[in-house]
């Protein structure tokens, strides 16, 4: 490329080639997407922040969270995090199809084992009397943490379909970016739980 | 006819090299990222569990273990870190969490001030 | 629940506008109905003469294949910008019938509260949500990936969502017209007035989810410009080298991605108390009513500057086009674009300083507040240093921006006024607040946008609009503003409240006179820009500019054809200088060949947008009245499409360089036939869209 500017005064038409790299342009975006949903979630904990005490007189924290059941879906979640890790590598090193959604139908069992526990918390919850309509503190917990729970079913939904464009048409361009877009949702996911179950379970049995 | 592209389109995606070297050390990075969260995470919940400390130290400790977990997880499973070349996306994260701190902090602050004016 | 019932949840003949009339005919009822019923007679027969019009002249096809599943961001653009236009004339009535209720208002008037309640309501929600963003959108869609030399958005069909969610937004807005009433919450939509208790009706509903549809669609827009900015640019055109207008549009993405959320929190937190009894913001049982106001303002706030930078852009291309020079002071433009942007976050408190919170935190924001007119101050000057020795031609964008710098620094000066806390709990909420933020509004959002719609019509359609037309409706908007709104400072500052139906002192009685006065000299406003319109289009062929370059102007738009080929540029521009396309003319390289042609890729159109606008407008209305197997399939249909479009791999069509060759040649042919055209000249017929070139090597030297 000739840089002389006096030929080429402003502009010129000339072929210029390859300066858009469709990969880094879809990634990115996603990453802005992420950032807009880091800010819902970001708000909706410091609501949770300031109605932790709005009890109104019904249960609390200590009352309604449960730690050993919290630290399954922490465990679950993480283990989900590196199986999907596992995927994204043999998805990078080509190491087939096969070993992608082996890896990928992992991390979607111990996604479900994860939304299994939450459901079964919730549940046990309302029958405490922690439903969401009893007070400003529950139904702060349930605006934040079921929308993650949310986020995470959405991801579980995302993973099948991708699964199944694998089997019609193998890891395309399209699947491929596909896989990569999931793996920054699904670890974003993770790493809004260590919010989670720092700053609400944690933070509320301590 | 098509040898020129103005959309580059999708790159050489690499050549497979499942269990060379570069294979390797990308592994490492996530068993690492792996094994550090796992022990961030125990740790906190042993502290809550066995009620270590007081209640406002246990708050400062769990916030610490977390951020630190969670800048694992940036690094081992998100690959974002310094000097990176897609400087774009770091950039992105440490303007939200900026706006995070604003706004969150903001939030808290200033309805905890009216918390504090009203009852 | 009978069937009746779990088929049209709460929607009933209770819900047609002239009920209450015919159940209870008292005078009110009786006027308030007559209006009702008259507004909601007009949608529906606007909307049959619609489909009527389209049938008759057999066009339904040629709608849907080259406008609505198009992602062509130039098309996306035109469409936003109906919307824009069509919501700007209803709430511009709206406006009229406030003014005339207030004007008669002594005593009691002839509106309901209930009925004006619904008309400031409405009247916000359509400006904001429905015009302005669709406005600037359009604008910004239309003009900014032609002036960064590349050929569409990032991500094309996410355009068309975007466009088919704020459809169905609007879709909702106006059905709130025929079904049920809208919400009399105002813009703000504030607990516990809208929670369930104190508006059990359908209101509050309408406009959360109009809101939400609209707020899904922006924070997907915001996403869509900032990576083409970030990653379409020509090669290049690094950062400082844009035209300013795209810098505005990049910092006005950013603003979208990280305001839109705080909204989104707020409406649906407000949406599950009212739908499924949470306590985020109820009355007791620890809900905090407060939390609303902080949330939706850490919205509303940077909100005004999303509003308010796309148009400083347009004035940034306008006011040097029309003074015949380079901008002056691009850095610090730029500059002060981005402390604007970073600014508007830390702010957000000083729209409810009267709150409770100490004076410590209200003088933090009051300062902060005060701070952010500094960088516009520098804008100021720089438009002004811009004009400074050049050849101002009166050209009806140019009268939009003078109109502009006087009156939106007076606006300015009066947010200043209200930084102070001590100041504004004395006119906090009276007409001194609504005159501000429409001293900001119109003269700074509304006149930039028609300025921009001016300048940038011929680049869309091949022809000028008529300027005598335009310039009676910017002189109507510039004086209509003035005798509409001055009064109201005064009127505030006199202690009247805002959204106040009625009142019982003679005094306020002449300045209300003369605000509807206003009013109706703004209404001519528009009349004259629907005359404008006709009349252009009837006289298009005296005035077409076909080569391109009408105004004589510098950014890499006006290099190419009017109106722009799809593709927009036959090879892409590899750029060497800020104003490209100024510098090119100036050494005479401008309207030269691209070395070769190749084959261009373009997307292909996608029914999703318009698939998503028909099932969001279902869900949302469901939603409202209760229809939850409407809901439920809807929301099945949207997940459904969704996954579908995930399965589309044939997503591009080639269009083969023989015929980009062909285009670019006719084109060619068509500027070489063009009479060059001075400055003064522009507005003759025989402008066809070339410069006088030797006026402008003058004016280089």
Redesign the interface.
């Known amino acids: 490329m000739s840089g002389n500017t006096l030929d080429n005064p402003g502009f010129r038409l000339r072929a210029s080639y390859h300066h858009v790299n469709r990969e880094d342009e879809v990634n990115f975006g996603f990453w802005v997407f992420l950032m807009s949903d880091a800010i819902i979630f970001g708000l909706i904990f410091a609501t949770y922040a300031t109605m932790v005490g709005a009890t109104a007189g019904g249960p609390g924290p200590k009352r309604l969270f449960d730690i050993g059941s919290v630290a399954i879906q922490t465990g679950a979640l993480l283990l989900s995090s590196f199986a999907y890790g596992m995927a994204s590598l043999a998805l990078r090193y080509r190491s087939g199809r096969g070993k992608v959604i082996a890896w990928l139908l992992v991390t979607l069992l111990l996604g479900f084992v994860f939304l299994g526990f939450e459901v079964h918390d919730f549940l046990t919850m309302f029958a405490k009397g922690g439903s969401p309509d009893r007070s400003g503190f529950t139904s702060a917990f349930f605006g934040l943490v079921p929308l993650h729970g949310l986020h995470v079913t959405t991801g579980c939904i995302w993973m099948v379909v991708l699964i199944v464009q694998m089997l019609c048409y193998g890891i395309d361009d399209d699947v491929r970016l596909g896989i990569q877009r999931l793996a920054l949702f699904w670890h974003f996911l993770d790493i809004v739980w260590i919010a989670i179950f720092s700053l609400v379970y944690l933070g509320g049995l301590a | 006819?098509?040898?020129?592209?103005?959309?580059?389109?999708?790159?050489d995606?690499?050549?497979?090299?499942?269990g060379?070297d570069?294979?390797r050390r990308?592994?490492h990075i996530?068993l690492w990222?792996?094994a550090l969260?796992?022990a961030l995470?125990v740790v906190?919940?042993a502290l809550?569990?066995w009620h270590a400390m007081t209640?406002s130290s246990?708050?400062i400790a769990?916030?610490i273990?977390?951020l630190v977990?969670?800048v694992v997880?940036?690094r081992c499973?998100?690959h974002v870190h310094p000097p990176h070349e897609?400087v774009?996306?770091m950039l992105?994260?440490l303007?939200?969490v900026i706006?995070?701190i604003?706004?969150?902090?903001?939030?808290?602050?200033?309805?905890?001030?009216?918390?504090s004016?009203?009852y | 629940m009978t069937l009746t019932h779990f088929i049209f949840g709460r929607l009933g003949l209770h819900s047609l506008p002239f009920w209450a009339a015919v159940q209870h005919p008292t005078l009110e009822n009786i006027i308030n109905g007559v209006i009702a019923t008259g507004a909601a007679s007009l949608v529906v027969t606007g909307a049959l003469a619609t489909v009527g019009l389209i049938t008759y002249f057999g066009k339904w096809r040629y709608l849907w294949t080259e406008w609505l599943t198009s992602v062509d961001h130039k098309r996306i653009g035109i469409m936003y910008i109906v919307i824009a236009f069509v919501m700007l004339a209803r709430a511009l009535i709206e406006a009229v019938l406030m003014r005339t209720q207030q004007a008669f208002g002594l005593g009691g008037g002839f509106l309901s509260s209930e009925h004006f309640g619904e008309l400031f309501s409405t009247h916000g929600t359509i400006m904001i949500f429905f015009m302005a963003m669709p406005f600037l959108i359009g604008l910004i869609n239309f003009v900014m990936p032609q002036q960064i030399g590349t050929r569409d958005v990032s991500f094309p069909v996410m355009n068309s969502v975007s466009l088919g969610l704020t459809m169905a937004g609007a879709m909702l807005v106006m059905i709130s017209l025929v079904l049920g009433k809208f919400s009399t919450g105002g813009w703000s939509g504030y607990p516990p007035y809208t929670e369930i208790t104190f508006s059990p009706g359908v209101g509050p509903d309408y406009w959360i989810w109009a809101v939400s549809l609209s707020g899904i669609g922006t924070m997907m827009t915001g996403i869509n410009f900032a990576v083409t900015i970030y990653k379409r640019r020509a090669p290049g055109m690094t950062l400082m080298r844009m035209p300013l207008f795209t810098w505005t549009a990049l910092c006005t993405s950013i603003l979208m991605i990280f305001a839109m959320p705080p909204l989104t929190v707020a409406t649906v937190l407000l949406a599950l108390d009212r739908y499924l009894g949470f306590h985020f913001f109820t009355n007791g049982f620890g809900g905090n009513m407060m939390n609303y106001a902080n949330l939706f303002w850490l919205f509303g706030h940077p909100e005004v500057y999303i509003l308010i930078l796309p148009a400083f852009g347009v004035y940034s291309e306008v006011i040097p086009a029309f003074s015949g020079k380079r901008i002056y002071g691009y850095t610090s433009l730029v500059l002060a674009t981005m402390v604007i942007a970073l600014l508007s976050f830390v702010v957000w408190l000083h729209h409810f300083f009267t709150m409770g919170q100490s004076a410590a935190v209200n003088e933090t924001f009051g300062i902060a507040t005060m701070m952010i007119g500094i960088p516009t101050g520098v804008k100021i000057y720089d438009w002004m240093m811009t004009m400074y020795r050049g050849r101002i031609r009166f050209a009806v964008p140019m009268v939009y921006s003078l109109g502009f710098m006087m009156l939106f620094v007076i606006g300015g000066l009066s947010g200043i006024i209200l930084a102070n806390p001590s100041i504004d709990y004395q006119v906090h909420n009276t007409l001194f607040l609504v005159a501000h933020f429409h001293n900001m509004l119109i003269p700074g959002l509304l006149f930039g946008m028609l300025a921009g719609y001016h300048f940038w019509f011929p680049k869309a359609f091949g022809f000028r609009l008529n300027e005598r037309w335009g310039m009676a409706s910017a002189l109507c908007w510039i004086f209509g503003f003035m005798l509409a709104f001055f009064p109201l400072y005064v009127l505030g500052l006199l202690g009247f409240p805002r959204r106040t139906v009625a009142y019982y002192n003679p005094i306020y009685v002449p300045y209300m006179a003369v605000a509807l006065f206003g009013a109706l000299i703004i209404l001519t406003a528009l009349i004259c820009l629907v005359i404008q319109l006709v009349v252009s289009v009837m006289q298009r062929d005296q005035n077409r500019v076909p080569a391109g370059d009408p105004w004589n102007a510098s950014a890499l738009e006006w290099s190419v054809a009017a109106p722009a080929p799809d593709y927009n540029f036959p090879v892409l521009p590899e750029v060497t200088a800020r104003d490209a396309f100024m510098v090119a003319k100036e050494h005479g390289a401008a309207y030269r060949p691209p070395e070769r042609f190749t084959d261009i890729e373009v997307p292909k159109n996608s029914p999703l947008g318009m698939i998503l606008c028909v099932t969001g407008a279902l869900a949302t209305f469901g939603l409202v009245w209760h229809m939850w197997w409407l809901v439920a399939l809807a929301m099945l249909a949207t997940v459904a499409a969704v996954i579908w479009h995930g399965f589309v791999r044939d997503y591009e069509r080639i269009i083969p360089a023989d015929e980009v060759r062909e285009d670019y040649m006719r084109w060619l042919k068509a500027v070489a036939a063009a009479e060059p055209v001075s400055r003064n000249e522009e507005f003759a017929h025989e402008n066809a869209g070339l410069a006088d070139l030797h006026e402008t090597l003058e004016a280089a030297e």
């Open positions: 006819m098509n040898d020129f592209h103005e959309f580059g389109g999708y790159p995606w690499g050549q497979p090299d499942f060379g570069a294979y990308d592994l996530y990222g792996l969260a796992v995470t906190p919940f809550v569990y209640a246990l708050w769990i916030g273990f977390a977990q969670a997880h940036f499973f998100l897609n774009d996306e992105l994260v303007f939200t706006i995070l604003m706004m969150a902090g903001g939030t808290v602050w200033i309805l905890g001030n009216l918390h004016r009203m």
